[in-house]
T-cell receptor, first 111, second 116 residues
Framework: GDSVTQMEGPVTLSEEAFLTINCTYT??????LFWYVQYPGEGLQLLLK?????DKGSNKGFEATYRKETTSFHLEKGSVQVSDSAVYFC??????????FGTGTSLTVIP | EAGVAQSPRYKIIEKRQSVAFWCNPI?????LYWYQQILGQGPKLLIQ????????DSQLPKDRFSAERLKGVDSTLKIQPAKLEDSAVYLC??????????????FGEGSRLTVL
């Protein structure tokens, strides 16, 4: 069945460091891909999305490119801030419009 | 615009007891989802409603879990009897169009269940 696999966490970075969180997927067809973020004490919220191959989703300085050839959707940010500390979830939509989430990657940014 | 409302935020019960969680989605959102998030894992879909009909409940443990969405608005998720492994955060989410798609799910803050 459809699924996503995320890199294990937790990840700890210094402020202004470069961030990459890896995500690969297994799916029939060409699903839409998403990154959701969960800030401390809050619900999950959509960070960015891409609906077809080679699309780049971007928001709040984060980017991810839908790579069909490598079945990947890695999340990147050039310079992280303390306020980016959160748990990040990669997700895809299955054929029945169900969302499948990865296990989440916890990011802590230290000043 | 009000977000997805869930209650209670926290619940502690003993095994074999029952518990119910309530969710009120964003007004006008046709699709409602219940997810179970166990510590250290990603959210797992339990049930998906389109209006008041069930779209997918393939991962709902039907011997102990039940859910309803009467009138196609708010929803209740019940666990009876609870087991230790049911300790988790129960997330409710809604979307404007089923799979539609902006692809955006709007999540509530969750209901944290601890089963002792």
């Amino acid at each position: 069945g459809d699924s996503v696999t995320q890199m294990e966490g937790p990840v700890t970075l210094s402020e202004e460091a470069f961030l990459t969180i890896n995500c690969t997927y297994t799916a029939t067809g060409y699903p839409s891909l998403f990154w959701y973020v969960q800030y401390p004490g809050e619900g999950l919220q959509l960070l960015l999305k891409a609906t077809k191959a080679d699309d780049k989703g971007s928001n709040k300085g984060f980017e991810a490119t839908y790579r069909k050839e490598t079945t990947s959707f890695h999340l990147e940010k050039g310079s992280v801030q303390v306020s980016d500390s959160a748990v990040y979830f990669c997700a895809l939509i299955g054929p029945g419009n169900q969302f499948y989430f990865g296990t989440g990657t916890s990011l802590t940014v230290i000043p | 615009e009000a977000g997805v409302a869930q209650s209670p935020r926290y619940k502690i019960i003993e095994k074999r007891q029952s518990v119910a969680f309530w969710c009120n989605p964003i007004s006008g959102h046709a699709t409602l989802y219940w997810y179970q998030q166990i510590l250290g894992q990603g959210p797992k879909l339990l049930i998906q409603f389109q209006n008041n009909g069930v779209v997918d409940d393939s991962q709902l443990p039907k011997d102990r879990f039940s859910a309803e969405r009467l009138k196609g608005v708010d929803s209740t998720l019940k666990i009876q009897p609870a087991k230790l492994e049911d300790s988790a955060v129960y997330l409710c989410a809604s979307s404007l169009v089923a799979g539609g798609f902006t692809g955006e799910l709007f999540f509530g803050e969750g209901s944290r269940l601890t089963v002792l």
